[in-house]
């Protein structure tokens, strides 16, 4: 299993990013792919997640603190999860990580902490 984060940088408030999670080697039918992030000097937190069914994505689903300006989508194809940003502000500054997990319903794993298999992250600055 190997995940593998692209899209992060350096950007202005109020600007956007969009971050790729490559995905690759789930033998699993049925599984779900996670985005978290962690801020400096705090601990992780999940964001949200997509269920996959048969390997086919179904819809995303976000923790309550996420706010509007977070969209993940999916590319069966190119076995590609994306997170979307937009309206960045400085407090969106961290390394931000995606997961995955076996299973459908991803979201109690994303709130029960059960992702086992992580990717390297990819970092997020924001600058006011």
């Known amino acids: 299993v190997q995940l593998v984060e692209s899209g992060g940088g350096s950007v202005q408030a109020g600007g956007s990013l969009r971050l790729s999670c490559a995905y690759s080697g789930f033998t699993w039918p049925d599984y779900g792919v996670g985005w978290f992030r962690q801020p400096p000097g705090k601990e992780r937190e999940g964001l949200g997640c997509v269920s996959f069914r048969g390997r086919r994505a179904g819809s995303a689903d976000y923790v309550d603190s996420v706010t509007g300006r977070f969209t993940i989508s999916a590319d069966d194809r190119k076995n590609t999860v994306y997170l979307q940003i937009n309206g960045l502000t400085p407090d969106d500054t961290a390394q931000y990580f995606c997961?995955?997990?076996?299973?459908?319903?991803?979201?109690?794993?994303?709130?029960?902490?059960?992702?086992?298999?992580w990717g390297q992250g990819t970092q997020v600055t924001v600058s006011s």
């Open positions: 997961a995955g997990v076996s299973g459908y319903a991803c979201y109690p794993a994303l709130v029960g902490n059960e992702f086992k298999s």
